[in-house]
C-alpha cells in the first residue's frame, strides 16, 4: 500500500509536488503528478488523475 502526499502552495493551491513511501512500484503516479506540475494544475485537479 502507498502513502501518497501531495505538496501545493497554499494561496495558489498550485501543485509543486508530492511526498511518497511505498515498497510498490509508484512510476506511473510519479509520471501522472510531473504532468500536472507541469500543466500548472491546481491541487483540486489532483484527485481525477491520482
Not at 512500484?25 to 504532468?35: A, G, K, R
Request: include cysteine.
Amino acid at each position: 500500500m502507498a502513502n501518497y502526499t501531495p505538496a501545493y502552495e497554499t494561496k495558489t493551491l498550485g501543485v509543486v509536488g508530492a511526498k511518497n513511501m511505498s515498497q510498490a512500484n509508484l512510476t506511473q503516479s510519479v509520471n501522472t503528478l510531473s504532468i500536472c506540475i507541469e500543466n500548472n494544475m491546481m491541487i483540486d485537479q489532483l484527485d481525477f488523475f491520482l
